[in-house]
């Protein structure tokens, strides 16, 4: 993999300074790093260059999430990860409507993190495995700050699907669900992944319970036709 050069944010020192030997001898070079998210767009505007830049968002507030969005915009080519202490679904949904590419916990391990980063660079998103638990148990209810719902054109049924993916039901069991066959199943989830853009299951519901649609995942079970 070709040299990465990652811009690190983060209230404190000694954290950042741990990062830049963990990273040593990696493909990862810290070129830049900055106390806060304000110190860090100034330096960006003065020249420096990274492909990646590392987050903690010590309280997700609103000043926070701005501040990263127009970095997202003047810098649309970098990467964006957010490197911080606690799994705040209101934190994440902020996080993912400014253009994080990943929301990743500070207790990860070492090669984790590296592959997650990479995944990144890829184009991939990330996210903790505790996210996982969130989907497919419907906990969005403390999701205090989700965007506004954006339907891409979907229809009725693709909706169901996507509750049922939000439940963490296979192609079987949502066929069962809904009444239809597994084949029916894979047409209505090809359109609706390339609907919203998603490249597989997780985004498609990640996307979900970023648009509205996980408030209403106990439907999923139950609706077969409206």
């Known amino acids: 993999m070709d040299a990465i050069n990652v811009f690190l944010i983060d209230a404190n020192k000694l954290f950042r300074e741990g990062m830049k030997r963990l990273f040593e001898g990696t493909p990862f070079n810290v070129v830049g790093e900055a106390g806060s998210l304000r110190e860090g767009l100034s330096a960006l505007n003065t020249g420096t260059n990274p492909d990646l830049i590392l987050i903690d968002l010590p309280s997700g507030a609103d000043e926070e999430v701005d501040a990263m969005r127009t970095l997202r915009e003047n ?38 993190l590296m592959q997650s980063l990479k995944l990144v660079m890829m184009g991939e998103k990330v996210f903790p495995t505790h996210l996982a638990e969130l989907l497919v148990n419907g906990r969005t209810e403390d999701m205090g700050a989700e965007l506004p719902t954006r339907r891409k054109g979907l229809s009725q049924r693709e909706v169901q699907i996507l509750r049922c993916l939000l439940n963490g039901n296979s192609n079987k069991m949502i066929a069962n669900h809904l009444n239809i066959t597994e084949a029916t199943v894979k047409v209505h989830l090809k359109s609706l992944l390339r609907k919203i853009n998603a490249s597989n299951r997780t985004q498609a519901a990640i996307w979900a319970l970023n648009n509205g649609i996980g408030d209403q995942t106990a439907e999923a079970g139950v609706a077969a036709t409206v």
């Open 75 to 112: 810098h649309p080519s970098i990467r964006i990860v957010i490197l911080t202490n606690d799994l705040e679904t209101r934190r994440l949904s902020a996080a993912l409507g400014a253009g994080a590419g990943g929301y990743l916990l500070k207790d990860i391990a070492c090669e984790a």
